[in-house]
């Protein structure tokens, strides 16, 4: 900093004259020219053509990625419209599945109970039948009771035994009279 100081007071001194800023000095403005000048075609002729052509192909390329992302993002829309169709063809199906298996349900249900009632009613059925068995041979057996006793009363009041077929017969035949009476 110390010698630009000393080399700008020796150009003050040398030149008589202090030359401001705005001093207009013919032969700085031809260099600067010159300079300016050759600078610019150096410029025009090894940089310009190189700058331009980076240039060119930053623009081809932010112009391919732009065509991509374009294109990226129609085929994002397209899927994404063909997800939300999909889902909504699931979501239509799974519908139509609990409806299907509703149905079934509800069918398998009125199944099981017609299949329920049936043995029910065979049951009640069969129970009938074994009632009315039990009491067929019941009424048998007290048949065959009240003969018995009947003929052992008849023979104490007769005394004598009455034992054969034909006075079980006549009993019998008595006990059914009194059965259609009743």
């Known amino acids: ?16 004259a202090s ?15 010159i300079v300016f000048i050759v600078l610019f075609f150096m410029l025009k002729k ?14 081809r390329t932010i112009q391919k990625q732009l065509a991509e992302a374009a294109r990226l993002n129609e085929e994002a829309k397209a899927s994404l419209d063909e997800h939300n169709k999909l889902l ?15 149905t079934i349900g509800e069918k398998e249900r009125e199944r099981l109970l017609a299949k329920a009632r049936q043995e029910q009613e065979e ?15 019941a009424v048998a057996e007290l048949r065959r ?4 006793l009947s003929l052992a009363a008849a023979a104490k009041l007769i ?8 006075d079980r017969k006549i009993v019998e035949d008595y006990l059914a009279t009194l059965e259609d009476k009743s």
């Not at 030359?19 to 013919?26: A, I, K, Q, S, Y």
């Not at 049951?123 to 041979?137: C, F, H």
């Not at 009771?145 to 018995?148: L, M, P, T, W």
């Not at 005394?159 to 034909?166: I, P, T, V, W």
Request: charged share 35%; hydrophobic share 40%; glycine share 10%.
């Open 123 to 137: 049951i009640l059925k069969r129970a009938k039948r074994e009632i009315e068995g039990e009491r067929d041979r």
């Open 88 to 102: 909504a063809e699931a979501k239509d199906r799974a519908h139509e599945l609990v409806i299907e298996a509703k």
């Open 159 to 166: 005394q004598q035994k009455l034992d054969d077929a034909g």
């Open 19 to 33: 030359g401001g800023p705005f001093t207009l000095e013919p032969g700085l403005i031809i260099w600067t020219w």
């Open 1 to 16: 900093m110390y010698s630009l100081a000393l080399f700008l007071q020796e150009g003050h001194s040398e030149g008589g």
């Open 145 to 148: 009771e009240a003969v018995d």
């Open 46 to 59: 090894f940089a310009w053509p190189h700058i331009v052509r980076l240039t060119e192909e930053r623009e």
